[in-house]
């Protein structure tokens, strides 16, 4: 998936932002200041999403792309390798369960409000 690819898609999410909060380089996806989407945007070799941690270890036994989050919560976070061999359509399911876990977390108020 190419960046902008992946940025159009995380953008098309309900209620998305995307910031730098951390350095100039590191691009964030967030649902009301909550993140599910990471990427380098100097190098582009990775993509963090969260995941479920059951679902986190599956997908890394199944692909050889998928790995433990890179300089994230290594169970609850997974970094997949943007070199062209894991299926766009795959990553962005990917990307929309991270999403849709990040939401699901949220408190009760601001799920609403996504839904307003």
Same mark, same amino acid.
């Given at each position: 998936?190419? =960046?902008?690819?992946?940025?159009?898609? !995380?953008l098309?999410?309900?209620?998305? /932002?995307?910031? $730098?909060?951390?350095?100039?380089?590191?691009?964030? +996806?967030?649902?009301?200041?909550? $993140?599910? !989407?990471?990427?380098?945007?100097?190098? +582009?070799?990775?993509?963090?999403?969260? !995941?479920?941690?059951? /679902?986190?270890?599956?997908?890394?036994?199944? +692909? /050889?792309?998928? =790995?433990?989050? +890179?300089? $994230?919560?290594?169970?609850?976070?997974?970094?997949?390798?943007?070199?062209?061999?894991i299926?766009?359509?795959? =990553?962005?399911?990917?990307?929309?369960?991270?999403?849709?876990?990040?939401?699901?977390?949220?408190?009760?108020?601001?799920?609403?409000?996504?839904?307003?």
């Open positions: 998936m190419h =960046i902008e690819a992946l940025r159009v898609f !995380c098309s999410l309900k209620g998305a /932002e995307e910031k $730098m909060p951390f350095d100039d380089h590191t691009l964030v +996806y967030t649902v009301k200041g909550k $993140m599910f !989407c990471a990427t380098d945007v100097n190098d +582009y070799e990775l993509i963090n999403v969260k !995941c479920k941690p059951e /679902e986190a270890v599956l997908l890394r036994e199944q +692909y /050889e792309d998928v =790995i433990p989050g +890179y300089y $994230m919560n290594k169970n609850h976070w997974n970094s997949i390798k943007t070199d062209g061999k299926p766009d359509k795959l =990553i962005k399911e990917w990307i929309l369960n991270s999403y849709q876990l990040v939401v699901a977390g949220l408190p009760k108020k601001l799920r609403d409000e996504l839904d307003a």
